[in-house]
Structures are given as C-alpha cells and as structure tokens.
C-alpha cells in the first residue's frame, strides 16, 4: 500500500467538511438559535423555517441522485450560498418590515440545504472505516458546532448594547461567513479520488437516471428497519423549534441569546467527543455500544426535559413588539447571575441533548452498510423524514400553540422515539457488509445485474431482521 496523499486521505476531507459546516449551517444554527431569526416577532422567521424544511422534504428525497450524478463539491456549494441568502434577507425585514423575502429564501434554503446534507450525509458515512465512524463523526461534529460557537460570540459582540432585533452588522458577519463556507466547498476532493486509512477507495455507482433513484430513496418506505428509525429521524429537528423559540427566544435578552448559543453548541463539541469515543470503544461489541448509546441517550432527554418542564411552569409566553414576557422578573440577563445560571446551563444541557441524539442517529445509520450510494440515499430519506417534522415543529410556534403543549409533545416523541432505536439496537451486527454478498446472490437471482444491484434496496447490511419471522 502506497504513502496516502494528505489531501486525497479521508481524515482531510472530513476536516474540510467541518469547515464548510462551520461556515453554513453553523453561523444559520446560530442565528436560528436566537429564535426568529433575530427578530421581536418570530412570525416571519417561523414561516421561513416552515418553507424551508417542506422544500427540505422533496429535495432531500432527490438528494442522493443529485449529489451521485453532480459529485459533493458543487451540489455542497450551491446549498452553501442558500445558507447566505437566508441571513441577508434579514437585513431586508430590518429595513422594510417585510417577511416575503425572507420566506422565501427560506424555501430556497430548503432546496439547496437539502442537497447539502445530503452529500454531508454520504461522506460522513461512507469515508471512515467501521472502526473510525465515532471519531470521524466527532472531528466532524466540533468543527461544525465551532460555528456556532463562533456565530454566538459575533451575536454577543456585535448586540453587547443593543436589544431587540439583531443589528445588520450582527446579518452581515454571518453573511461574510457564509460565503467563505460555501467557497470551501469547491475544496472538496471527488469521492472517487478519497482513500481511506487502510488505502481502500471510495466507490459510488453513478446516476443514470435521477427519478429511478428517487424512486430507489422512496421505496425505503418499505424496509421495515427504515420504519422503525422514522420516529428518531422525524424527531432530530422537531425539538429546535421549541429550544430556539418558546425557550431562549423568549426568556432571555437579545445579548443573552448570543451568550447562550456560546454554551449551547460548546457542549455539543464536548459530548460529541466523549460520545463517540464510546460509540467506538474496541473491547466492546457493536451491539453492547449502541445500547449503551441509546440509553444514555434516554436518560438524557428525560432529564433535560424534565427540567425544561420545571421552567415552563413559570411562564407562559415569550416577548412581543408590545409586550414583555411573563416570566417572573422579565428577561432574563446573563450578567444577572442569579436568575441566569439554572436557565443558561439548562439550555447548554438541550445543546448535550442534541449531540446525544444525532450523533446516536448517524451512528446507527453508519451500521447498515458501508457502501456510499447506499447512504447517499439513507442520508436523503433521513434528511427528509427529519424536515418533515421540523416543518411540522415550527408551525406549532407560528401558530401560537401553548408552550407547554409543545414541551409534552416534544418529550412523549423523543421517549417514543428512544424505545424504537432501543430495540433496533439488539439487532446490530459487528460488520456492516455481513450481508452484502448474500445481497448481491439474491439480486442475480432475481435477475438483476450485480452492477444495478445497488439500485435496489434489498435488506439492509449491518443488520439481523428488526421483525419477529
């Protein structure tokens, strides 16, 4: 085996990622985590989130073809520069008060964003080994939560003596920051050129035909394994609605949302890291890591959301362009210290939470093959499940349904969801690709050529049946 080229090594291209991670989708976390976008009345920023993620839905389903037929560069830079529109349609509603724009650059947001993920999905998934997936997953991870980490303290920065709406200075930095992530993209090696540690290659069947693989993504539908893993899927994004909005959005001032994104995405770098290092422990089986993950996972979210319970009890709306909250004493500030350290350390355990939660769900989806056209389509499935319940989620907001039923919804889906992923996790196996040649024997049987046999999704590699025979 020859001397890897660092640029071609798979570790190097997973870094690049991060950054063109940190860049787009970090500095939208953080703006998207102040709830509203910035903005007083999250009406606006609301309907944006619910136009994006519809569109996020049929562009995820078509994702795995497009990035399969177009490669991960271009179809990466193109959501990239979506991720930049958004944050500049800000600027727009601070100057006009009008939301069209931004509505619709959300709904422009979920067609590229959509291809991005999609693509991120495939190379996160595909480029390590099976024994590197945890630590690719967290080299991945803190990169990209540095974004908004960073995204926090340019909000803390740039409205330190500002309340209200962000300032277009606040817009333009992520703006700025944007671009820079969407250019990093054309960075990117072609998968076919990509080696990983022990030498091997990348290897991806390309698209003929975009609808035959959209068609391919859809009848997932069927597989019961994708069945059981929706509800994980449909709830790894419902929560930010509630998190962003009914919670920091309106408990805290508008400097207090920055500090807070600060610790919130900084707690995912840490749990990230320490996360996977389990995920990925070799003198444990891959069955006794995933259920060891799930559970902790479990025990988390229960504990988590029991506190946000704790605090919802206090109040029962946010701020308003008339009105204050009606939490005891009004906004809360970080440098009131006593008022702010239970509330800011409850909202750094949500940022835990959410680590805990994706990093179990890429993981789980790591375990079923290792072939990438494969987990390009996962990645989309995935990608679109997720959406649909994020459009759902952020609707509940915009139309004002009570903060405390949002919380109840939110924990009863995510224990629904923990117990499902608890049962698919007995049935995991120590090699992704156990079934691959009994796949292969079986499409050649059917009549299908070994070469179109990844066009069909056949039982999932990495698992034993999820149903009783």
Not at 119 to 126: H, L, R, T
Not at 249 to 258: A, C, I, M, N
Not at 326 to 351: E, K
Not at 390 to 406: G, H
Request: glycine share 10%.
């Amino acid at each position: 085996m020859g001397r890897l080229l660092p640029y071609f090594a798979s570790k190097t291209q997973i870094i690049i990622l991060g950054f063109v991670c940190f860049g787009c989708p970090g500095m939208f976390n953080a703006l998207n985590g102040t709830g509203g976008g910035g903005q007083v009345d999250r009406t606006a920023g609301n309907n944006a989130n619910t136009a994006l993620y519809v569109c996020f839905i049929f562009s995820g389903l078509f994702g795995g073809a497009i990035v399969n037929r177009f490669g991960v560069r271009f179809t990466m830079f193109f959501g990239g520069i979506m991720f930049a529109l958004y944050s500049a349609s800000y600027i727009y509603i601070n100057h006009t008060g009008s939301s069209w724009f931004t509505i619709w650059s959300g709904a422009m947001l979920g067609i590229g964003a959509g291809i991005f993920w999609t693509a991120q999905g495939m190379i996160m998934m595909s480029y390590p080994l099976e024994n590197e997936k945890g630590k690719f997953i967290t080299i991945f991870w803190v990169i990209f939560n540095l974004g908004g980490v960073i995204g926090g303290i340019v909000l803390l920065a740039t409205n330190y003596n500002h309340d209200g709406p962000l300032s277009d200075a606040a817009y333009g930095a992520f703006l700025a920051i944007e671009v820079c992530g969407a250019l990093c993209a054309l960075v990117l090696a072609p998968p076919s050129r990509v080696q990983r540690t022990d030498g091997s290659g990348i290897e991806i069947q390309k698209v003929e035909n975009i609808m035959d693989d959209a068609l391919a993504i859809l009848r997932l539908f069927a597989d019961p394994r994708m069945l059981i893993l929706i509800p994980m899927m449909f709830s790894s994004n419902f929560y930010y609605s509630y998190q962003f909005g009914p919670y920091n959005g309106s408990l805290f001032t508008t400097r207090t949302k920055g500090f807070n994104n600060i610790w919130y995405w900084g707690a995912q770098m840490v749990t990230s890291f320490l996360f996977t290092r389990m995920l990925d422990h070799p003198a444990l089986s891959r069955k006794i890591r995933a259920l060891t993950g799930v559970i902790t996972t479990f025990f988390v979210v229960n504990a988590v959301w029991g506190g946000a319970l704790h605090m919802q009890s206090k109040y029962t709306h946010g701020a308003t362009t008339t009105s204050q909250t009606d939490y005891p004493g009004g906004p809360i500030d970080f440098m009131q210290t006593s008022r702010a350290v239970g509330p800011c350390i409850l909202y750094a355990c949500m940022g835990v939470q959410d680590a805990l939660w994706n990093n179990m769900a890429y993981w789980l989806l790591g375990t079923i093959t290792n072939d990438a056209t494969r987990l390009a389509r996962y990645a989309g499935f995935y990608k679109a499940i997720q959406s649909l319940g994020a459009a759902i989620s952020w609707q509940l907001d915009a139309r004002n349904v009570a903060f405390k039923t949002q919380l109840a919804v939110n924990w009863a889906l995510l224990d629904v969801s923990s117990i499902l992923m608890f049962y698919l996790s007995f049935k995991v196996q120590d090699t992704a690709d156990v079934f691959r040649e009994y796949e292969d024997e079986t499409a050649v049987k059917a009549g299908i050529s070994e070469e179109n046999a990844a066009a069909i999704d056949t039982p999932l590699c990495g698992y034993e049946s999820p149903l009783p025979s």
